[in-house]
């Protein structure tokens, strides 16, 4: 029973980081959505310290994934790591296949519903197998759990901090696509982690 229910675990992680893969590949990359959290911090780095992206995300997803195993638990970690390089090997996969979704540049409210769709599903399939594919996610899981918020909320905390400080260089518009897409990723990830979480109550006789 353990072992089938780890492979599903595992299964749930990787199904989720391939598609979080294949939206930000097909949709976010070719319509330039601005993302919050450990991602959009990056870039903000960038821009007014001139540290790349490929340093300053290596730094900040270890303090957030440390924050993770001291709140969440040592086997967080390895969930995370598991959804991570899944999501780096599907992302790869991507790339040499090339785009299948058309470009969305031009109707940007409709590539920040997208975006937001392949995203909130993805993580949200991430979270409630109990990983993590980014520092982003880890972040989110320990303010959830240390101010007792919903999930939901914790994501949507995260980035509106640094959208509102991507202002700071990015034009309103860009953002206001960005907030589409970041309210509805959050209400996603919220709706299939908190299903998860009563099933698993379920399964063990608890009342939700």
């Known amino acids: 029973m353990r072992l089938k229910s780890g492979i599903g675990r595992y299964a749930m992680l990787l199904t989720g980081a391939a ?4 939206g930000l590949f097909n949709v976010h990359s070719q319509s330039r959505i601005t993302e919050g959290g450990v991602l ?3 870039l903000l780095i960038q821009h007014w310290l001139g540290v790349t992206p490929a340093v300053s995300e290596v730094i900040l997803d270890v303090i957030c994934y440390s924050l993770g195993m001291k709140y969440l638990g040592k086997s967080f970690l390895k969930y995370a790591l598991t ?5 780096a090997a599907f992302y790869a996969i991507n790339e040499r296949i090339g785009y299948v979704l058309p470009d969305l540049s031009g109707t940007p409210l409709l590539a920040a519903l997208a975006g937001g769709l392949f995203v909130g599903i993805g993580v949200g399939l991430v979270v409630r197998a109990g990983g993590a594919s980014g520092g982003d996610d880890a972040l989110a899981l320990v303010i ?3 101010f007792r918020w919903k999930v939901s909320r914790a994501y949507l905390f995260t980035d509106l901090v640094v959208l509102l400080l991507s202002l700071s260089y990015i034009p309103v518009r860009n953002i206001a696509c960005s907030l589409v897409t970041v309210t509805l990723s959050s209400f996603i990830i919220g709706k299939i982690h908190t299903l998860g979480t009563k099933n698993m109550r379920a399964d063990r006789g608890e009342a939700p």
Do not use: Q, W
């Open 144 to 146: 959830a759990k240390v």
């Open 83 to 87: 959804a991570t390089g899944g999501f």
């Open 40 to 42: 959009g911090m990056t």
């Open 19 to 22: 598609i979080l893969a294949f």
